[in-house]
């Protein structure tokens, strides 16, 4: 069992920056892939972010390439998500995940374990 909890989300305005955290309890984080996802009112839920397990490979849905960074500290079992020149199509419920994932397979990642959410709102 893999325990997340969120924290970092608030309000900002376009273009501002932030930081998201997720910290895991539970056996074996480190041999977890994770995740962020994301979802907007009236929206299906959207991954935008995954790490592998070991921090080696990183993959980011189109719309945030180039704006959001994910990583991790397995030593702190810690995963965050930096967001830059945020917009108002970011704004959304954030939640990071655990699961499992091979980066050299065109599947996607399996996720099994997932947090409450951390809401980011964008005002202009």
């Known amino acids: 069992q893999v325990q997340l909890v969120e924290s970092g989300g608030g309000l900002v305005q376009a273009g501002d920056s932030l930081r998201l955290s997720c910290a895991a309890t539970g056996r074996s984080f480190d041999t977890y892939a994770a995740g962020w996802f994301r979802q907007a009112p009236g929206k299906e839920r959207e991954l935008i972010a995954t790490i592998s397990f070991n921090g080696g490979h990183t993959r980011y849905t189109d719309s945030v390439k180039g704006r959001f960074t994910i990583s991790r500290d397995n030593t702190k079992n810690m995963v965050y998500l930096q967001m830059s020149s945020l917009n108002f199509e970011d704004a959304a419920v954030y939640s990071c995940?655990?699961?499992?994932?091979?980066?050299?397979?065109?599947?996607?990642?399996?996720?099994?374990?997932w947090g409450q959410g951390t809401q980011v709102t964008v005002s202009s």
């Open positions: 995940a655990a699961g499992i994932w091979d980066p050299y397979d065109s599947s996607p990642p399996r996720y099994y374990y």
